[in-house]
């Protein structure tokens, strides 16, 4: 079996740039904003019947993948509780524990980073600001009673943050699994 981190964390925190770094240590990535980007999407948030098509389709594949023995992250935002407890419970019946990585980033920083978006790619959907202080607003941060916890500083480099997230995956039992199609595991370069 493979293994998962969630990323976790409202627009513009520095998920996908973690996430995009973790994809180049071996990981694949899946990512929510990237598959309506690859689907002709460019306005967030999503038409309703797009957003279950492409959960679907993304859930489908992490199962697929997962029981290849590949090592996952879902680039998605997993802004509530009731989302990544549904993630965890999908993945349970595979004898899978998910690791959430919170990409923690104050509020004036994600706003900046919104502002600053132009649309160019799948990981650059523009934001009114209004949105992304909602998404900010309600975003429910993880505590540690959900599962095993990785906080990271959103305005750290990669490099620091993939240390401290090795530091704790390395620590969980069940979660580290050789991912066999990558030959990559935590802690390798």
Known sequence: ????????????????????????RGL????????AWDRGLRAMPLPDQA???IESHLRERLLTLVRSGDAVV????????????????LLRPLGVEP?????ATDRATVLQRVR???????????????LAASY???FEAPTPDEGPLVVTAGDHPPERQLAAIE????????????????GVAPGEP
């Open 51 to 53: 957003h279950r098509e």
């Open 99 to 103: 690791v959430t990585i919170h990409v």
């Open 136 to 138: 900010f607003d309600h």
């Open 116 to 130: 600053g978006r132009v649309t160019g790619h799948g990981d650059d959907f523009r934001l009114s600001e209004h």
């Open 167 to 182: 530091e704790v995956i390395g620590r969980v039992p069940g979660s580290v699994r050789r991912a066999s199609a990558r």
């Open 74 to 89: 879902l680039d998605f935002s997993f802004w509530s509780r009731r989302m990544r407890a549904d993630y965890r419970a």
């Open 28 to 35: 694949v990535r899946l990512s929510f904003d990237q598959t």
């Open 1 to 24: 079996m493979g293994w998962v981190l969630l990323m976790c964390g409202p627009a513009g925190s520095g998920k996908s740039t973690l996430a995009r770094a973790l994809e180049e």
